[in-house]
């Protein structure tokens, strides 16, 4: 009986020793993660252990700003963090498994750190400043130096913050947690560059704000392009139900419109749908309704819409605040809203001007802004904000994006393709410098939904 008993408390202590290796394991694994501020609005994750080649060096090449990674101090078998704090910093978080080689290399590149708050702080570049303490590496940037000494105070802030206080508690780190992909992110939509989200938050409710709209995606590169499998969804299930129900008026896409679309063109979107069903999807997109804004005072563009049923892309070559950019070309089903045409002439805005310029073609111009549509024999809408580029809308472009990128889209619910090359606009500019340290040369985004 004493041996038996003996034997329980031995296979008991054994048990409870193991119970207590494993959670301080975890602790110590999670701990860095608690760096991360509870509140960011972005967070992706990478999953170095699971990216080969010449992605898991340019990886950790461009995140951690350091040539060799291997004998870095960074623990490579846990995930490594990129976030947007509540502030609009952009931020890097990983973990350290050996702080004497993180100092090392630091000391071999001339870089010194100093001590503040029980983290050490260094400024790894013109730009970023690392801090860390024995565990955890936050890398915060792009900064000026005049910012320095605030961002240095809020990460030695984020490194000593208890769990309580960080992502690990927060909805936005359980729904990163749950995408099963080496590149994964949730970010609230206001996070996004907001012309880039015009029309991809299509389908959002009129009155949601943008931090109860998010978007979770899975991505990976390919050939200097950022693919981007993703939805828009919501922690306000109210407005989840909309989202998933916005969704639904999506059908494959056959790709009549997928060679009509320029590289030099900053975005576009394709659908295949029916376009009552449609359009209350267009009207509660305010991005897109301010774009349409002059159009629709001339023209009856929602009567157009429901004319639609099959493929329809709307492309944006750039953003111009002084005149309308978009084309748009569609499958329609019928022509019936030719007969208001004559109506609309009547009541163009004072200073407007609607007239024809081919057979069941017109085009609008107000002094600040042209328009030109019209329709083909075969029920094909084309339009745009020059003759050629409404003509040019419905056939293939001689510069149009790549084969590839056509083979991916034909076949999914809705895609958005935004090109980061030979495009002159500030936002894109700094969307495309954001993603370099983090992808290397990206040349085109595409985003399908899931």
Known sequence: MIQEENMRQTIRHLFLSFISLVFLASCSQSEYRQSIPRECSALASFDVSQLSGTNNKLLLKTLLHINNADESGIDLTQKIYLFESPDGNIGIC???????????????????SK???????????????????????LLMGPITPANQPEIRNKMAEYLQQKEDNSVLVSPIYAK?????????????????????????????????????????????????????????????????NELKKSMEVYRPIKGDYLPSMSRKALLGIFVNVNGKSYLPLLQNSKGLQAILVGINQAIDFDNIVKSVDGDMAIVIPSFNTNQVQMSMAAKLAHTHWLKDVNYWKQSVPKGGRLTNWGKNA?????????????????????????????????????????QDVQTQL?????????????????????????????????????????
């Open 410 to 450: 034909k076949g999914e619910k809705m895609a958005m393709v935004i090109n980061l090359q030979n495009v002159e606009n500030k936002t894109v500019n700094m969307f495309s410098s954001l993603l370099k340290p983090v992808f290397g040369d990206i040349n085109t985004v595409v985003y399908k939904l899931k």
């Open 94 to 112: 990983a973990r350290i498994s050996n702080v004497d080689k993180w100092e090392k290399i630091l000391s071999k590149s001339g870089i010194v």
């Open 362 to 402: 017109f085009s609008y111009a107000d002094g600040k802004q042209a328009f030109y549509f019209g329709v083909t024999d075969d029920k094909q809408f084309y339009s745009g904000n020059s003759r050629e580029a409404a003509l040019a809308s419905i056939h293939p472009a001689p510069d149009a994006i790549s």
């Open 115 to 137: 001590t503040f708050r029980d983290a050490h702080f260094a400024q790894v570049n013109t730009s970023w400043i690392a801090g860390y303490t024995d565990n955890s590496l």
């Open 176 to 240: 990163l947690d749950s995408i099963n992909s080496p590149m994964a992110m949730v970010a609230q939509v206001q996070a996004l560059p907001e012309q880039l989200t015009t029309l991809m938050t299509i389908g959002s409710p009129k009155d949601a704000d943008g931090t109860d709209v998010l978007l979770s995606a899975d991505m990976h590169v390919d050939h200097h392009c950022l693919l981007v499998n993703g939805k828009l969804f919501s922690f306000n299930q109210t407005i989840n």
